[in-house]
Structures are given as structure tokens and as C-alpha cells.
């Protein structure tokens, strides 16, 4: 099982932090900071439920991480193992993450796939996110897998998108031309775009639009 201690800053102050397998009794504490990072109108029956957490920590335990700050779980992180080739990586989020039940969790398979990037609004500032990316990429090695794969939103595509398509767009963001706010901070986080996909999840500000990006295991060539 995974557990990690670190230390993150506070603007100039350390803040020590836990990341581990989340289990049935951080259930509240992870559907709560959903509900913390898509308020309304984010539709209510889109967050977590305890099906849908149930099946993460029993089917693939070591995809189930969170975060803790001072004992109180400030984000977490999904995801499943499936099996994917380069070039067959057109699917939207409900195919491949099974709408987030992960009942299609191959151990076979060579790719990891985050299902689910969270951080509570209160701890943003942190670089908690990357720090849990972080923890999953070191899971693709200690399974020795070929790669972690997930889609991320580009919500500041709408502001662009009557301009240029989408594959400009993600050209100007690679550039710094444009800052996008997810496939900036995926980049940041060392995930390498793969491609656009269309129709991967419903979201007005990407125009249903993803950026498949992945990390490679260093190890694997």
C-alpha cells in the first residue's frame, strides 16, 4: 500500500502533508471536498457516491489515493489500469473509466488511467495536485507499467475557439502563446500531450473537448 510523507509551502511556511490509499472511512471526507471544488451548478449526481468509491478501493486500492494536510483530507486522486495501444486512444471519459465505477479495472493492462484529479479550493495553493501526479506516476513504475493516460479539460478553449481549432489551440498553449488551466498545470506536472479528443466529456468551456496527456515510464522503452 502506498503512504508518503512531504512537506508543501504555505506561502513561506512548510505545511506537512500525507498521501495514501484512501479507504471506507475517508468516504464523507472525499465526496465533501467534491462538493468543495464543483459548487453549483456542477450537477450534484456527478460527484463521488459510495458505489462508485467501493468499487476504487476494492477493485484497484492502489489507484485510490488522497491527500491529508494537518489530519484533514484536502484532495485525491483515481485512477484504473487499462489496456490501451498508441493509436487507440479515441474514447471519452464514461467508456473508459466506466462513468467512474472502473468496473472495466484490467490488471493486465499496461496503461494507467487517472480517473480523477480533486483539490478542496482552500488548499490549491499548496501543489498538492502535482505532488499526488506525482505519487501516481511513481505506481505506474512500482507496477511497471508502460504509462499513466488521462484526458483534461481545456476550459479556456471557448475564449479561442471561433479563431481556431482545437489543435491550434493546444499549439498555442505548448508555446506559451496561451495558458490553459488544466493543460497548463498537466504540463507542469511533466505529462506530455498525446491529442485532442472530441466528445470526451460534457463541458461547455472545452467545447466537449480533452487533451490526452501521459507520462512515460522512464524505465520501459
Not at 34 to 46: G, K, N, S, T, V
Not at 117 to 140: A, D, H, N
Not at 183 to 198: D, N
Amino acid at each position: 500500500m502506498f503512504y508518503k510523507e512531504l512537506y508543501v509551502y504555505d506561502q513561506n511556511k512548510p505545511v506537512k502533508a500525507v498521501i495514501r490509499n484512501y479507504t471506507k472511512k475517508d468516504f464523507d471526507d472525499l465526496i465533501q471536498v467534491q462538493r468543495e471544488a464543483f459548487p453549483p451548478p456542477f450537477p450534484e449526481d456527478l460527484l463521488w457516491n459510495n458505489e462508485q468509491l467501493t468499487n476504487h478501493v476494492t477493485l484497484f486500492p492502489e489507484g485510490a489515493l488522497c491527500v491529508e494536510v494537518d489530519g484533514k483530507v484536502a484532495g485525491s486522486i483515481t485512477g484504473l489500469i487499462v489496456k490501451l495501444n498508441d493509436g487507440d486512444e479515441e474514447h471519452s471519459w464514461a467508456d473508459i473509466t466506466d462513468n467512474g465505477y472502473i468496473r472495466n479495472h484490467d490488471p493486465d493492462g499496461n496503461t494507467l488511467y487517472i480517473v480523477d484529479i480533486c483539490i478542496s479550493p482552500v488548499y490549491r495553493k499548496l501543489g498538492l495536485g502535482k505532488w499526488m501526479m506525482q505519487s501516481m506516476f511513481e505506481t505506474v513504475v512500482h507496477l511497471g507499467l508502460d504509462r499513466l493516460l488521462g484526458g483534461g479539460r481545456m476550459p479556456g478553449y471557448h475564449l479561442h475557439s471561433e479563431e481556431m481549432s482545437i489543435d491550434q489551440y493546444a499549439e498555442k498553449v505548448l508555446s506559451g502563446e496561451l495558458r490553459d488551466p488544466v493543460m497548463s498545470f498537466l504540463l507542469r506536472c511533466g505529462r506530455t500531450p498525446v491529442k485532442p479528443a472530441s466528445n470526451y466529456l460534457e463541458d461547455e468551456e472545452s467545447l466537449n473537448f480533452a487533451m490526452l496527456m501521459e507520462w512515460r515510464n522512464p524505465f520501459k522503452h
